[in-house]
């Protein structure tokens, strides 16, 4: 392939070496530590307000940092993680059902198909059992049981009850909790908050993150602000793809950006399908409504075994029902992985036994649970979804199965990390799911959560106590070259926006631009329709910066203005994005070749020659620099969940 050129090898050198359970007490002692009176002389920008960002920025403040945050949104308790509903997982082994630290590092590898760190992830597991600590103390509702203990229950791809949870509005919950402590270091004074302000570039000054350039949303303001490191905390990119769970504003503008300006970006062809989402009902949606995978704990997944089926599905008798996940996966059953439960309903409904409008769906039935725990039982665990459902489709769950399909949700891929959560622009951290590190090919359900608290509450402020106390931070001016020309380059491109006066919307472009994702790099790709995807792709482009139309002008609130920036960036990040579908040339977790798979239709993957992480360099050409899997105590197999 001519598209890209091969760099030289990555390797994170800021793991320690020694036992995998001592690596990161080992890390925290070796970092140096800045006394708690130069703590205040120091500026740290971190953007983003979700639980990696708002619970980053309350730690910083807490331990003396000055930091200035930025939100797109008018509050930061309106982060996407507030759409986080089923739980959190930690290693508490509550249940005494055999779980343990080391079991969630299995899972959580194996879950990925060995495509993550054994040492990031182990780390996440040790973390796991403080951040569950630390959420009760700030007065997060978790369930609880008769006794007065925390509840847990189970969520897919493992055998055991690790999952904290708040009913079914978990991630609300604990943004609030998040939200708090960063609400009080605000009233303190130890956080400068700045929201409906949009991060626009990075600036880098003398090799270092420096800075960031941003846009008041609603004045129009472009404004620079500097500070000794940078912290992105801005989430996934999954709506490249227009239809997604995401929320409408969610987007990919602040890790492209950093991209750009030098920030290798991993793995972006990993993107998670999640198969728990109300079917979308035509085109005049712009997103997608995720019913939390906490409800394959109860309920059963089905379609009629007669092929079309007109029945309602209270008419179809139990022998006349194909419970596919049962059948296929018996010992994991409906709670098998994200990316398997996934694939298994696209086949069904490929095969023409899918239910409702053009047969994209399957049932996610209730009937037995209600039957078995009486539905005052079922109203106390997930009440809200379905009343959430009820509300979107005009039925009843109660009464009737809820129809389900998978959906584009989480994405794995993100800023390339080291162990430190530091980017390749030195000062430039990346926490969350704006980063790549910990999920491989496929994240387990309920590890949000987790990955983005302990990422912000224990790992970043550590590791970054690291960098300021070895580092030496000239003041900069904001007339130095480098700043200058990050704004002039905010400046040039939101002009270049408004002056196309085109014929076609931003949406138009966007959507068209989903289409083609969803079809060629959806739940299946190929090395056909990828090509055929990257052939299309710099047309587009082309078109969106040649007739795009941006109403309006810069100096007001203008939504269409803040689409077009975020759609642009989309355009550049989904070639990217098909080029490393392409490039990886298995399957593995939520990437599947249909060119790479086993004779019973599983992922195939090849570890021989792909058993990496893709580090894309930017450029004219991008470069793609591997970072060589090491695995030690999690050894790669295939996966069964038979």
Not at 25 to 48: E, T
Not at 617 to 629: A, C, D, M, R, T
């Amino acid at each position: 392939m001519s598209d890209y050129t091969l760099g030289e090898p990555i390797a994170d050198t800021r793991a320690p070496d020694g036992p995998i359970e001592a690596r990161w007490d080992s890390r925290r002692f070796g970092a140096k530590l800045v006394n708690p009176a130069n703590r205040r002389r120091h500026r740290i920008i971190v953007v983003g307000t979700g639980l990696a960002g708002a619970s980053a920025g309350a730690t910083l403040a807490e331990q003396g940092y000055h930091v200035v945050q930025f939100c797109f949104q008018d509050s930061p308790r309106r982060a996407h993680s507030v759409a986080a509903q089923g739980g959190i997982n930690a290693a508490k082994n509550y249940r005494n059902d055999g779980d343990s630290v080391y079991r969630l590092i299995y899972d959580t590898v194996k879950g990925g198909d060995f495509r993550s760190r054994e040492s990031n992830v182990y780390r996440l597991a040790q973390v796991s059992t403080q951040i569950i600590d630390q959420a009760v103390a700030q007065g997060v509702p978790f369930a609880r049981e008769y006794g007065g203990l925390l509840d847990t229950r189970s969520f897919g791809g493992v055998q055991v009850q690790r999952t904290f949870y708040a009913r079914g509005q978990t991630g609300q919950q604990l943004l609030l909790g998040a939200y708090q402590a960063l609400a009080r270091q605000i009233d303190a004074g130890g956080v400068e908050m700045h929201p409906r302000t949009e991060m626009l570039d990075l600036i880098v000054a003398d090799g270092k993150a420096r800075g960031i350039v941003a846009r008041d949303l609603v004045t129009g303001e472009v404004t620079t602000h500097l500070a000794d490191a940078v912290v992105l905390a801005t989430g996934g990119y999954g709506n490249v793809f227009y239809l997604s769970t995401n929320a409408k504003g969610s987007n990919t503008t602040a890790i492209w950006r950093a991209h750009k300006r030098g920030a290798y970006f991993a793995n972006p062809c990993f993107t998670q399908i999640h198969p728990t989402c109300i079917p979308r009902s035509g085109e005049h949606q712009s997103k997608l409504t995720l019913m939390s995978e906490s409800l394959r704990n109860d309920g059963r997944i089905w379609v009629p075994k007669q092929p079309r089926d007109p029945r309602p599905p209270q008419d179809i008798p139990e022998d006349e029902r194909d419970y596919y996940l049962e059948r296929m996966y018996p010992s994991f059953g409906n709670l098998v992985p994200r990316d398997i439960a996934s694939r298994a309903a696209k086949n069904v409904c490929d095969a023409g036994f899918g239910v409702g409008p053009g047969g994209l769906g399957v049932y996610l039935d209730f009937a037995d649970a209600i039957e078995r725990m009486g539905r005052p039982a079922v109203e106390a665990k997930y009440g809200n979804l379905f009343d959430m459902y009820e509300r979107i489709t005009a039925e009843n769950p109660y009464q009737v199965p809820m129809r389900i399909y998978p959906a584009i949700h989480y994405t794995m891929g993100g800023l390339w990390v080291d162990y430190d959560l530091q980017s390749t622009v030195p000062g430039l951290f990346v926490t969350g799911e704006a980063n790549f590190s910990d999920h491989g090919a496929n994240r387990l359900g309920a590890s949000a959560l987790m990955q983005g608290l302990a990422d912000g509450y224990f790992v970043l402020p550590a590791t970054l106590n690291d960098y300021i106390a070895r580092g030496s931070f000239p003041a900069l001016d904001p007339a130095d070259p480098d700043v200058a020309q990050a704004e002039t380059a905010v400046r040039d491109r939101l002009e270049r926006l408004l002056s196309v006066r085109g014929t076609r919307s931003v949406d138009s472009f966007h959507r068209e631009l989903g289409h083609l994702m969803w079809d060629h790099c959806g739940m299946s790709r190929s090395a056909e329709g990828l090509q055929k995807a990257l052939d299309r792709i710099p047309e587009l482009r082309a078109e969106f910066w040649r007739d795009v139309r941006v109403p309006g002008t810069g100096a007001e609130l203008n939504q269409e203005l803040e689409k077009a920036g975020r759609v642009a960036d989309f355009l550049e990040l989904a070639e990217l994005l098909l080029l490393d579908a392409l490039v990886r040339e298995e399957s593995c977790g939520g990437h599947f070749r249909e060119e790479h798979q086993t004779e019973d239709g599983e992922a195939q993957r090849d570890d021989e020659r792909f058993s990496y992480v893709s580090a894309w360099e930017y450029g004219e050409k991008p470069v793609l620099h591997q970072e060589i899997l090491n695995f030690e105590h999690v050894h790669p197999t295939q996966r069964s969940y038979t």
